[in-house]
């Protein structure tokens, strides 16, 4: 059985800085295309950022271009999502992901191609 387990997160005041981790047990991800959404009350989950199997391609949400970084280390079966420049609008709850199938070059900005999810992790940035 595939297992996502999230770290990092937390509380940050706006312009800090935070990482977040995600670790696969049960499943070689480096196959797959990994993808970061999050949630706010009352909403759907949000693409944030997504990276290919081999992290040679990384997309990002237009809110998050350029303060977001995705990465990913295959030999370790992790992914990483660094966060810059934080905003109060950047909290929620944060989920890692996995796609369904591996790596076919589309689908990374929907969250239904993803089956695989993290517990969540939830990030609060102060004003």
């Known amino acids: 059985q595939v297992q996502l387990v999230q770290s990092g997160g937390g509380l940050v005041q706006a312009g800090g800085s935070l990482r977040l981790s995600c670790a696969a047990s049960g499943r070689t991800i480096s196959s797959y295309a990994m993808g970061w959404f999050r949630r706010t009350p009352g909403k759907e989950r949000d693409f944030v950022a997504a990276?290919?199997?081999?992290?040679?391609?990384?997309y990002y949400a237009d809110s998050v271009k350029g303060r977001f970084t995705i990465s990913r280390d295959n030999a370790k079966n992790t992914v990483y999502l660094q966060m810059n420049s934080l905003k109060p609008e950047d909290t929620a709850v944060y989920y890692c992901a996995s796609q369904k199938i591996p790596d076919y070059g589309l689908g990374y900005t929907n969250l239904y191609e993803y089956d695989r999810w993290g517990q969540g992790t939830q990030v609060t940035v102060s004003s």
């Open positions: 990276i290919n199997w081999s992290g040679g391609s990384t």
